[in-house]
């Protein structure tokens, strides 16, 4: 596979918008693209997740990737080494690096190992699809999970994520009577505050990673038109340090709640848990690991670098249920992704093309 094909394939998928939810036309573009490029098995799942595969070996890598993105469409277009447009970090560009690679292993591989492509769905909705990968109980013995950590970055480990619901009632009333009642907005804000403080109860010394975050992602309540409301929703994103999981995060919301409750009167509070991502670290001596930081060394001159990453990813899941050596590895800076102006450097997605390639030689000794 040549370096200009590579390139198109990244552009036409790009040109394919894919919110979460959305994912089935790019899902019939990769199919097609993966057959032709002689990927056997070539399969959909029940969930819309693509599978395609080279190889007949016993050993077994998964090169995980996700076709969704957040939504928000971007332009498409090529300027100055960069290919812009919505999903160009966050996540098409190491999906089809993925690709690339293993098309360009094909003729080599032969009984050597299996390299098991997916592209999976929902990776930046609830995760639909990295859960029914597990379902499908594909053997493996180890992973990689496509995501931006930058092109001499390799991520072992994630902070958990639990996203809640709370919704503030109290009893409504005219609001020239306001002072007999219960204004449940004020009251969902002072309870934030509440809330809020316990990223500072839990900040560590050792930095983000190590510390409790709360978000406040939303905030609503319907119009009362003189009445005093009576109704307020908050949404939170909470993110969880390795030394959380989510039942203890969500104790310690249900504990702080109890505790504004016991000074405030007039008002009720209902919570409702609408996602759940333990955090997750990886062992760092593993073959994956270790092939990957050669091929970084090998194909840029420059020693890799192992990091943390504040977010949530499908390797949390798939890691906390599946005992094999794992690490997430892409091009492209995060920091770009969700960002109005995402792109890829076309030099740092061909360059991750043969770190992929040289990683997997080494985990097949095929090199």
């Given at each position: 596979?040549k370096?200009?094909e590579?390139v198109?394939?990244?552009?036409r998928?790009l040109?394919?918008y894919?919110p979460?939810?959305k994912?089935?036309?790019i899902?019939?573009?990769l ?7 002689g990927?056997e098995d ?8 693509v599978y395609?595969?080279?190889g007949?070996?016993?050993?077994s890598?998964?090169l ?15 300027e100055n080494?960069?290919l812009?447009g919505r ?5 098409k560009s190491?999906?089809?690096a ?7 292993l ?20 609830k995760?639909?699809?990295i ?11 180890c992973?990689i999970?496509?995501?931006?950590s ?6 072992f480990?994630?902070?958990?994520r639990v996203?809640l619901q709370?919704l503030?009632?109290?009893s ?5 009577a ?5 204004n ?7 309870l934030w505050?509440?809330l ?11 930095g983000?990673f ?9 905030i ?26 989510s039942?203890?995060?969500v ?7 109890e ?5 405030k ?20 001596d593993t ?5 990957l ?26 890691g ?6 794992v690490?997430?590895?892409g091009?492209?800076?995060?920091r770009?992704?969700?960002?109005r102006?995402e792109y890829?450097e ?9 770190i ?12």
């Open positions: 596979m370096s200009e590579s198109d394939l990244l552009r998928m040109e394919i894919s979460s939810g994912e089935g036309k899902a019939s573009f199919m097609e693209a993966m057959s032709s490029l990927f070539v399969r959909m799942d029940r969930a819309g997740n395609g595969e080279v007949r070996g016993k050993f890598v998964l995980c990737g996700h076709m969704d993105t957040v939504t928000g469409w971007i332009p498409v277009k090529e080494d960069r812009y999903g160009a970090v966050d996540a190491s999906l089809a993925m690709i690339s690679a293993a098309a360009m094909k003729p080599k591989i032969q009984d050597a190992g299996k390299i098991v492509v997916a592209g999976v769905v929902d990776e930046e909705g995760a639909r699809g859960r029914q990968l597990i379902k499908e109980n594909l053997t493996v013995d992973a999970f496509g995501e931006p930058g092109l001499k970055n390799i991520t480990a994630y902070k958990g996203y709370i503030c009632e109290s409504t009333g005219h609001v020239g306001q002072h007999l009642f219960e449940a907005i004020e009251a969902a804000y002072d505050s509440h809020k403080d316990l990223s500072n109860r839990y900040r560590s010394p050792h983000i190590y510390s409790l975050s709360l978000l406040l992602t939303r609503s309540s319907r119009r009362t038109y003189g009445g005093v409301p009576d109704k307020c929703l908050l949404e939170i994103d909470m993110r969880l340090p390795p030394t959380f999981n039942e203890r995060a104790q310690l919301i249900k504990d702080a709640v505790e504004f409750l016991g000074e009167s007039g008002i009720s509070v209902s919570m409702r848990l609408i996602d759940q991502i333990e955090p997750f670290v990886a062992r760092r073959i994956v690991i270790e092939s930081k050669r091929a970084i060394l090998e194909v840029t001159g420059e020693p890799a670098r192992l990091i943390r990453k504040t977010g949530t990813g499908d390797m949390n899941i798939f906390n249920e599946k005992c094999v050596p690490a997430t590895y091009p492209g800076d995060s770009l992704s969700h960002t102006c890829i076309i030099s740092d997605y061909l360059t991750s093309i043969q992929y390639k040289r990683a997997l030689e080494e985990i097949l000794s095929i090199g």
